[in-house]
């Protein structure tokens, strides 16, 4: 596993390198935000004295620094890019779950808002249901009373003739006929 290392720890011991390095001319090789310092042969070669006095070090080892303290710079720069990013991103976040818990609140309270409701209408139905069990009830007994109303007041005789319950049939219509008459 690669560990990275802390952009400010890369640039210590970049200029930790350069100030060992102090001594021996250098050539800089830029790639992108990277600065690399190394030894230029091509410096010695052209009859630069090999042990340079601390003087003549001086614009060498000020040119590392500031190429040091540009690397430094940038790797701050972007780190401060990188944090403002994640700053962003950790609000964008936090507002799509504040977002998602209004939506889940709002789904809760519909619910319950549905569910009572379907208590209501159940209750509702089942009060109905009772009161048509009533009427059912009511309107069986009143059949039976009725039925058997009928099966007490008309009797049929086996030979077809139907009789009430005081006697025969002349006997009903005389007692119809003076119901009608009184009225």
Same mark, same amino acid.
Do not use: F, Y
């Given at each position: 596993m690669?560990?990275?290392?802390h952009p400010k720890a890369e640039a210590l011991d970049q200029i930790d390198a350069v100030a060992r390095d102090a001594r021996e001319p250098t050539?800089? &090789?830029?790639?992108g935000n990277l600065v690399l310092l190394a030894a230029d042969?091509?410096?010695?070669?052209?009859?630069?004295?090999?042990?340079?006095?601390?003087?003549?070090?001086?614009?060498?080892l000020l040119e590392r620094v500031q190429g040091a303290a540009r690397y430094i710079r940038d790797v701050e720069d972007r780190a401060q890019e990188q944090e403002t990013h994640v700053q962003d991103l950790l609000r964008q976040v936090?507002?799509?779950?504040?977002?998602?818990?209004?939506?889940?609140?709002?789904?809760?309270?519909e619910t319950h808002e549905v569910h009572a409701q379907a &208590?209501?209408?159940i209750q509702?139905?089942?009060?109905?249901?009772?009161?048509?069990e009533e009427r059912a009830a009511a309107a069986e007994q009143m059949l039976q009373r009725i039925a058997e109303t009928i099966d007490a007041e008309f009797v049929m005789q086996p030979g077809g003739q139907v009789t009430g319950q005081a006697g025969s049939t002349q006997d009903a219509r005389a007692r119809t006929s003076a119901t009608r008459a009184a009225s």
């Open positions: 690669e560990q990275t290392k050539t800089r &090789i830029r790639t042969e091509r410096v010695s070669a052209q009859g630069r004295n090999q042990n340079p006095s601390p003087v003549e070090r001086w614009p060498d936090r507002a799509d779950m504040d977002a998602a818990r209004a939506q889940v609140l709002a789904a809760e309270r &208590i209501k209408l509702a139905a089942e009060d109905r249901a009772a009161a048509a």
